[in-house]
């Protein structure tokens, strides 16, 4: 049982958005930085958005963060095949000086 | 460019031990935290430890305390994780990151893994 809460799956049609949650509490997504990833299957996780909303070079705007309170959510537009991937939020919990994560969220583009 | 190149990873026996090693170029390296992250088949990402910039503080996963030890050598740049009575459900692919900073929280650049697996 993980210590952030994703849904286990979303899925939208080409060219669609969606959103993916990622609630935690106050010992962690309520007063730290979110971190979202992208993993493809037998590959590492790729680093999508940092600090909640921050994405880094290289990542297409079509991927957003944000935040409010306890919950996180990425945002994905103009949704394509190539973004079929697990999905995973992170942080640092600050009571459990742990790196938590969440149970991760399965896209698919349908 | 940032690289995290894993090795030491392989096939072990239920409680045996195994140590990881970790080779980072294309950053200062001492001026990091650093984190070992792991991922059993088909599951997700799991914690396991992490480690300041200049190796004072370090935390555990509950699951690992007691058994692995994490360590770094800054002089060649070098995250290490030493495991001992590993158990079956320490197989997993175990992940070196790099954290964004002095600071204790997500790692942003990942290395390919190496795969770890406790079996009799």
């Known amino acids: 049982q993980s210590v952030l809460t994703q849904p286990p799956s979303v899925s939208a049609a080409p060219g669609q958005k969606v959103t993916i949650s990622c609630s935690g509490s106050?010992?962690?997504?309520?007063?730290?930085?979110v971190a979202w990833y992208q993993q493809v299957p037998g590959t590492p996780p790729k680093l999508l958005i940092y600090d909640n909303t921050e994405r880094p070079s290289g990542i297409s705007d079509r991927f957003s963060g944000s935040k409010s309170g306890t919950l996180a959510t990425l945002g994905i537009t103009g949704l394509q095949t190539g973004d079929e991937a697990d999905y995973f939020c992170g942080t640092w919990d600050i009571s459990l000086r742990s790196l938590v994560f969440g149970g991760g969220t399965k896209l698919t583009v349908l | 460019d940032v690289q995290l190149l894993e090795s030491g990873g392989g096939l072990v026996q239920p409680g045996g031990s195994l140590r990881l090693s970790c080779v980072a170029s294309g950053f200062t390296f001492s001026s990091k935290v650093m984190t070992w992250v792991r991922q059993a088949p088909g599951k997700g990402l799991e914690w396991v430890s992490s480690i300041s910039g200049s190796g004072d503080s370090t935390y555990y996963a509950d699951s690992v305390k007691g058994r692995f030890t994490i360590s770094r050598d800054n002089s060649k740049n070098i995250l290490s994780v030493q495991m001992n009575s590993l158990r079956v459900d320490d197989t997993a692919v175990y992940y070196c990151?790099?954290?964004?900073?002095?600071?204790?929280?997500?790692?942003?650049?990942w290395g390919q893994g190496t795969l770890v697996t406790v079996s009799s």
């Open positions: 106050s010992s962690n997504i309520g007063n730290t930085y």
């Open positions: 990151a790099r954290g964004a900073g002095y600071s204790f929280g997500p790692p942003h650049d």
